[in-house]
């Protein structure tokens, strides 16, 4: 499946690692970065409406649905290496600078790139997710229990791929199921899509899982007692599950963002594909400001 209107191409990002990329429309760039168990697909409502004035960018993240998924080596799946990954396609296709928006994992790697690369990327948004130290410190006790698949692909690299393996569609299908509030907002056809690119994935997303407990809570932490933040204007959307857990989601996001702007959006995780109206508003207003 393919975005409307969109022209695709192979961009070359690393040796031997090249991603898939959509892109759309003229006017300033914005980058967009989809999350977990998906494929940039998640972006075709809210891409189709910023393409009326910006140039719309919609990778697939190393690993994940038609881009390249090499071997882990420690370092493959860092949010650093991928992060360098989203440059280097803005570079190829002649962007020096850009905005910047990421759902869940790609969220993750927004906020690296923000952190490495500022002067290249203008405005940073994030959509319901916390920064990685900041996930890790608010699962506790029961109600970490939500975030099972963290811990399990946490995991030295075997078990996890082999349990999930044995029925990939039930382990992606679960999260499909559990976080959305709208059954609707994702369709039959790219239900089966995300599925099918992420059966087909399964070693390199366990990897990009097990980076954000390894390698990037390291780069994180470095940051963190570095006292670095982001430099550029940051819009965070999520749902309220700061309440819920026992801690204060803006607060988190303030000691990262100072320029920030955090909003609750009503909805589910996926809020791109169940709230595109919430997510156009708030990119758009993000790029003015």
């Not at 959509?22 to 998906?38: E, K, N």
């Not at 719309?56 to 690993?63: A, E, M, S």
């Not at 075997?158 to 382990?171: H, K, N």
């Not at 791109?272 to 508003?281: F, G, L, M």
Request: charged share 20%; with cysteine; hydrophobic share 45%.
């Amino acid at each position: 499946m393919q975005l409307t209107g969109f022209d695709y191409q192979r961009v070359p990002v690393a040796d031997d690692v090249a991603l898939s990329v959509a892109v759309g429309g003229a006017g300033d760039p914005i980058v967009l970065l989809h999350g977990f168990p998906q494929t940039h697909l998640m972006w075709r409502h809210v891409a189709a409406d910023l393409a009326a004035d910006h140039t719309v960018i919609c990778p697939d993240l190393r690993g994940y649905g038609a881009s390249d998924k090499p071997a882990d080596t420690g370092d493959t799946y860092a949010k650093r290496t991928m992060a360098a990954d989203v440059v280097a396609v803005a570079r190829a296709l002649g962007h020096e600078r850009f905005a910047l928006a990421g759902h869940d994992r790609g969220a993750l790697v927004a906020v690296r790139a923000g952190l490495d690369h500022p002067e290249r990327v203008t405005h940073l948004a994030a959509l319901d997710v916390l920064p990685t130290l900041d996930m890790w410190d608010v699962l506790h006790g029961t109600s970490a229990a939500v975030g099972f698949h963290l811990y399990l692909m946490a995991q030295p690299p075997g078990l996890p791929e082999r349990m999930i393996d044995a029925a990939p569609d039930v382990f992606f299908g679960h999260f499909l199921d559990l976080w959305s509030q709208r059954p609707d907002a994702i369709p039959g056809d790219v239900r089966a899509e995300y599925l099918r690119a992420s059966r087909n994935a399964v070693t390199s997303i366990v990897a990009d899982y097990r980076a954000s407990a390894t390698v990037d809570v390291e780069h994180d932490t470095a940051d963190r007692d570095a006292g670095s933040t982001l430099r550029m204007p940051v819009t965070v959307l999520q749902q309220d599950w700061g309440a819920a857990l026992g801690y204060d989601a803006a607060a988190r996001w303030r000691a990262w963002a100072p320029d920030l702007v955090h909003e609750t959006v009503s909805c589910g995780h996926f809020m791109a594909e169940e709230a595109p109206a919430d997510v156009v508003r708030a990119l758009r207003g993000m790029t003015t400001r």
